[in-house]
């Protein structure tokens, strides 16, 4: 039993973990997903902010299966090798916030790391600027790691507490079941559903949640973030996890020249805008959000499974900041970056750059 609950947590484990994600997120999106768009954190999380009204954006309305899945998968792990540890820590604001920004930084840019490194082996050049972008606010933020940066420690809480966005997201699914698309209908009962764009173009349910829920256990083992590939070889040179990032990249740009979705460029890409200072810029504001508040978006979705009620505070802010961006203009799309998102990220950049700098403890 040892040997298999490790089996993913050494080198060849986490490989082997980015290259199951590497295949799948391309073929998601041969089955039916949006261009580049196999995988996306925020996008999906952004639709099922839509879906539920948070936003009235009517090309980015649907509950994604796959985020219920991956919290799913997640909480199996978790509960099957005995990690399912119910906790929390401090400073819930903060990291409520922190996913509110790390959602808008996404949205200016179209994409959250997992999408970056898809656009990128689909072809995709503006996702240089994304990955470049992410790398610097990773940076950023591992230097107020090394000044004392820290949002408390976590302690053990009752199971409920635990188990608050599993039920959130056993209630979404159940929604999806209750009130399922109608064919022309942009609502069934509580739910919107996109009729055309990205919000109408999806994988069949149930492939979806299979696909999310093998994620979403797999991740759990590994520990596959791609925030904390950039962070831990920033500050400590190990590879461990940056090697599931790249292996997770090769193998996408495989599946994609495979199956005819790779397609190199700058202009025309599916979901992608050109103002290439505002793909780095935004990107910069979500890296550094996500190394301040300890992980990627995929990241939090897995540790929110087995139990981290600081990780589900996160993915809220995360699905309400995807509201605000739509509601207020802050979100891009193929045309460019939305009325406001230009002055959202510089807002979003000074917020964090105020909580790197005052969170810290002083070591006297």
């Not at 978790?78 to 990291?95: D, H, N, Q, T």
């Not at 302690?155 to 699914?173: E, I, R, S, W």
């Not at 559903?193 to 349910?205: F, R, T």
Request: include cysteine; proline fraction near 4%; charge should be positive.
């Amino acid at each position: 039993m040892k040997g298999l609950k490790n089996i993913f947590a050494g080198g060849w484990g986490i490989i082997a973990v980015g290259v199951v994600i590497g295949i799948l997120a391309p073929l998601l999106q041969k089955w039916g997903n949006p261009g580049n768009m196999g995988v996306c954190v925020a996008c999906f999380e952004r639709d099922i902010a839509g879906a539920v009204g948070l936003h009235r954006a009517g090309v980015v309305q649907y509950i994604r299966p796959e985020i219920i899945g991956f919290v799913f998968g997640s909480l199996g792990a978790a509960l099957i090798f005995k990690e399912y540890r119910p906790r929390l820590g401090s400073a819930p604001i903060v990291r409520f916030m922190l996913g509110a920004f790390a959602m808008i930084g996404a949205l200016v840019f179209l994409g959250c790391p997992w999408r970056a490194a898809l656009r990128l082996a689909a072809g995709d050049g503006n996702a240089i600027l994304g990955l470049l972008g992410l790398a610097v606010g990773v940076w950023i933020g591992t230097l107020f790691l090394k000044g004392g940066y820290n949002l408390g420690r976590t302690q053990p809480t009752h199971h409920t507490a635990g188990l608050m966005l599993p039920l959130f997201m056993a209630g979404l699914l159940a929604l999806l079941f209750i009130f399922p698309a109608v064919s022309g209908e942009a609502k069934n009962g509580v739910l919107f559903y996109s009729l055309k764009g990205p919000g109408a173009m999806h994988a069949p349910l149930l492939v979806s949640l299979g696909v999310g829920l093998l994620i979403g256990f797999l991740a759990q083992r590994s520990r596959f973030c791609t925030m904390g590939a950039i962070r831990d070889f920033v500050l400590f040179r190990q590879m461990h996890l940056l090697s599931g990032f790249i292996a997770l990249i090769i193998t996408a740009f495989i599946v994609n020249f495979m199956v005819g979705q790779f397609h190199p460029g700058f202009a025309g890409q599916p979901v992608a805008h050109t103002m290439h200072v505002w793909n780095f810029a935004g990107m910069i504001l979500s890296g550094l959000a996500f190394c301040l508040a300890g992980g990627c978006p995929g990241r939090q979705l897995f540790l929110a499974g087995e139990g981290d009620g600081d990780a589900a505070v996160f993915v809220m802010g995360m699905i309400v900041g995807a509201g605000f961006s739509h509601n207020f203009g802050l979100a891009s799309s193929p045309k460019g970056v939305g009325p406001y998102g230009i002055e959202a990220v510089v807002i979003g950049l000074l917020v964090c750059l105020f909580i790197g700098f005052t969170m810290r403890k002083r070591i006297a």
